[in-house]
């Protein structure tokens, strides 16, 4: 999929009822409010407002971990991309589920074991606390700074083209309405209402898939093959787009390209900070684990329906009215839904995607604020005696700050392919993040200068080659504007060819971790033991969760 979308474009594909959208929408948000609040009631403590208690189940948690990472990418960025480029665009769905495999095998279960709240105390636990703490609170912070803006985005694309908002004034308010609620959920709520709200969008989103890949099949005779030969039919690119190579093959560098995105989409997950707090939330390891199987499962089965969608989309909607639509490729499932079910079918679509929308960003929300109280308010600013209440009170304010920077960020990222700025998310993971935890938890010689060069030399390698790649400025030049996020094809700075950087920065992450390690003669043994041991049988990990 291209780096950019347009999504300013003429409303000559406003569709549905304004008023019936923005009901549906509204009752969503009333009913999720009064679950909030009800939630909010049994906050008492840091560990109820950071991890809901640790009080859910593995299948809770596994529903509320799908709800978390099904974003807006996986329901209209995918569905968009297999649309326009049909085989390649699917590639992001097996990258997205693939990358599950790593985070079971390799990070839930002793992730869940030596933790309290945040990475950082994985991260931290035998070396240097505050320098650690530090790089990984920053770490969290633009990563979730970076998927923000994918949900944002999304939803100023969902709105332009729901209500017919094509000013960017109009979307932009939208996109602070959104960030006023996400702030809210997290404020009221805390962890405990944000995973009951990721639960309840979590089963909207799948039945609201479930039923229109099932009413798609049905209009093709329950055969994919007649699905296939329709979208055929009605993309102007023909067969192309049942086989690979349709955006990445034609040159050398984007068939380089795709093994980057690839190679970011299946290490990015275990490095992402919202997934990984999410592992805090069940009362166990073993339910650590239940949790990342059901999240595998329910993933699995939403990623073949995207397959239907997007091929269905190609073959009702058709690629050229999905390009013209406001929002651009990721107004597809919206507008197959209304081809299908007309107002009312789009109305509740609308509504599912827009409280993935809400759902995602306060996960994202509550973990970069918990963060930023946890790792540099209460550990390194106040060394551990801040005490609890006062964290929780830096978290809520830190949510807030968050909020509006979610809004600033949104509105210039409006218009940009969400799937795609995901992958860049899940690229900075990969190279600063999941090297940092392999190596605390499987190498017995890692020391804080390997994390901490592992960490900053991750995250600035894959921010700088983002900068001055075509995903910023001097994209592919279509009908006068640039396919990057500056749009005006007089302003080119870019000198890295990939559009994601996961090929050179996730190595170079994992390269200087090694370099600084080796480098270094600190090293503790003991504290190493200890953390083996706490990581593989859960001991002592109980005492102290129970003091906070």
């Not at 170079?508 to 370099?515: H, N």
Request: glycine share 12%; charged share 10%; no cysteine.
């Amino acid at each position: 999929m291209s780096a950019a979308t347009p999504a300013l474009l003429p409303a000559a594909t406003n569709v549905g009822s304004p008023g019936l959208n923005i009901a549906i929408f509204a009752l969503f948000v009333i009913i999720t409010l009064a679950i909030v609040i009800r939630a909010s009631r049994n906050n008492r403590t840091a560990a109820d407002y950071y991890a809901g208690g640790r009080a859910f189940t593995g299948r809770q948690n596994g529903i509320a971990i799908s709800g978390d990472y099904l974003s807006a990418a996986s329901f209209l960025g995918i569905a968009g991309a297999i649309a326009i480029n049909g085989y390649d665009g699917f590639l992001y769905s097996i990258g997205f589920l693939v990358a599950w495999l790593v985070a079971l095998l390799l990070v839930a279960e002793l992730l869940r074991n030596t933790g309290r709240f945040t990475m950082a105390d994985v991260l931290s636990f035998r070396l240097r606390q505050r320098p650690v703490r530090v790089a990984a609170a920053i770490s969290t912070l633009v990563v979730s700074f970076f998927y923000l803006l994918a949900q944002m985005a999304g939803a100023g694309g969902l709105v332009a083209l729901l209500l017919g908002i094509d000013g960017r004034v109009g979307q932009s308010v939208v996109i602070a309405v959104v960030g006023v609620i996400m702030v809210g959920y997290v404020l009221i709520g805390g962890m405990k209402g944000t995973t009951w709200v990721q639960i309840v969008k979590a089963t909207l989103l799948i039945i609201g898939a479930f039923v229109m890949t099932v009413w798609v099949l049905a209009l093709n005779g329950f055969s994919l093959s007649t699905l296939l030969g329709s979208a055929v039919a009605a993309s102007p690119k023909g067969e192309a787009i049942l086989g690979p190579g349709l955006q990445y093959g034609a040159t050398t560098t984007s068939k380089i390209d795709f093994i980057s995105l690839g190679l970011a989409l299946v290490l990015g997950t275990a490095g992402l900070p919202h997934v990984l707090m999410r592992f805090y939330t069940v009362p166990s390891s073993k339910q650590a684990r239940k949790s990342v199987e059901w999240a595998i499962w329910l993933i699995g089965i939403f990623y073949l329906f995207t397959l239907v969608l997007g091929y269905g989309a190609a073959a009702l909607v058709g690629p050229a009215k999905i390009a013209a639509a406001p929002g651009g490729a990721n107004s597809a499932a919206p507008l197959l839904a209304y081809e299908l079910g007309g107002t009312v079918l789009l109305g509740i679509i609308a509504a599912v995607a827009f409280a993935t929308i809400l759902a995602v960003v306060a996960g994202l929300t509550i973990t970069a604020s918990a963060s930023y109280a946890h790792d540099i308010y209460g550990q390194v600013i106040k060394r551990g005696e801040g005490g609890a209440d006062a964290e929780v009170r830096v978290a809520r304010i830190a949510a807030v700050v968050i909020g509006i920077v979610a809004i600033i960020g949104g509105i210039f990222a409006n218009g940009q392919n969400i799937a795609f700025l995901v992958a860049l998310a899940f690229a900075i993971a990969a190279s600063a993040n999941l090297p940092t935890i392999l190596y605390s938890l499987f190498w017995k010689r890692f020391n804080t200068r390997g994390a901490l060069w592992s960490i900053y030399g991750g995250l600035t390698s894959a921010i700088v080659l983002i900068l001055f790649s075509p995903t910023v400025s001097g994209g592919k030049v279509t009908a006068g504007k640039a396919a990057s996020m500056i749009t005006d094809p007089s302003i080119d700075f870019h000198w890295f060819p990939l559009a994601n950087p996961g090929l050179i920065s996730i190595p170079l992450g994992f390269f200087l971790g090694w370099l600084g390690t080796v480098t270094s003669k600190e090293h503790n043994e003991a504290k190493y033991v200890e953390m083996e041991v706490r990581a593989l049988t859960g001991a002592g990990a109980e005492k102290e969760v129970l003091r906070h």
